[in-house]
């Protein structure tokens, strides 16, 4: 279902229920909590902020489509994710043909610090984080940002498709190699 049919979808709901129903209210609820999450979730999944932005009101969108439906879902904040990862992974298959998006570079267009000496010290260690973290395996990165969300084990196994274990053990390597790298 496309982006253009979903949000058709909503705003004719919308229109129809013209008070609030316990099913629009959850979802709001939800996006409420979990948005940022998301969108920063897509960031480091490599997507440009314009593409992340959209991708997180399409999981919504999704979300109250499925509930509409009838379908029941344990646990929302993990199927949040698991359809953020699922999308963000398209959506990024889509862009090969563009540079993956850059944190630095967002920290270079933030707004200068009073001190020059304590701006040029922030940017290192910002930059020596960032190249720490692009040398995680894809599985560690994504298992360490979906825990920094406040996934646990299990939610983030769900996501990702793997055992819990499988998440501890890449979350140690993980921590590991930043700690190795920041040194």
Same mark, same amino acid.
């Given at each position: 279902?496309?982006?253009? !049919?979903?949000?058709?979808?909503?705003?004719? #709901? =919308?229109? /129809?229920?013209?008070?609030?129903?316990?099913? /629009?209210?959850? =979802?709001?609820?939800?996006?409420?909590?979990?948005?940022?999450?998301? @969108?920063? @979730?897509?960031?480091?999944?490599?997507? @440009?902020?314009?593409?992340?932005?959209? $991708?997180?009101?399409? &999981?919504?969108?999704?979300?109250?489509?499925?509930?509409? +439906?009838?379908? +029941? %879902?344990?646990?929302?904040?993990?199927?949040?994710?698991? &359809?953020?990862?699922?999308? $963000?992974? +398209? %959506?990024?298959?889509?862009?090969? !043909?563009?540079? *993956?998006?850059?944190?630095? =570079?967002?920290?270079?267009? #933030?707004?200068?610090? *009073?001190?020059?000496?304590?701006?040029?010290?922030?940017?290192?260690?910002?930059?020596?984080?960032?190249?720490? =973290?692009?040398?995680?395996?894809?599985? /560690?990165?994504?298992?360490?940002?979906?825990?920094?969300? $406040?996934?646990?084990?299990?939610?983030?196994?769900? &996501?990702?498709? %793997? !055992?819990?274990?499988? &998440?501890?053990?890449?979350?140690?390597?993980? %921590?590991?190699?930043? +700690?190795? $790298?920041?040194?």
């Amino acid at each position: 279902m496309s982006l253009t !049919s979903l949000s058709e979808e909503l705003t004719g #709901a =919308v229109r /129809q229920e013209r008070t609030t129903s316990p099913l /629009q209210d959850e =979802v709001a609820q939800l996006f409420l909590e979990a948005r940022d999450d998301v @969108y920063r @979730y897509l960031l480091s999944l490599g997507l @440009y902020p314009p593409q992340a932005q959209e $991708g997180a009101q399409e &999981v919504f969108l999704r979300l109250y489509a499925t509930l509409k +439906k009838g379908e +029941k %879902i344990q646990n929302p904040r993990a199927w949040i994710f698991r &359809v953020a990862h699922n999308l $963000g992974l +398209k %959506i990024r298959m889509r862009q090969n !043909s563009q540079a *993956p998006f850059e944190a630095d =570079v967002e920290s270079q267009l #933030a707004t200068s610090e *009073p001190n020059p000496e304590q701006s040029l010290l922030a940017r290192e260690q910002t930059l020596r984080f960032h190249r720490a =973290v692009e040398n995680l395996s894809d599985q /560690q990165r994504r298992c360490l940002f979906l825990r920094m969300e $406040g996934l646990r084990y299990p939610e983030i196994g769900s &996501v990702l498709g %793997i !055992s819990p274990s499988a &998440v501890g053990e890449f979350l140690r390597r993980a %921590i590991a190699r930043l +700690k190795k $790298g920041a040194l």
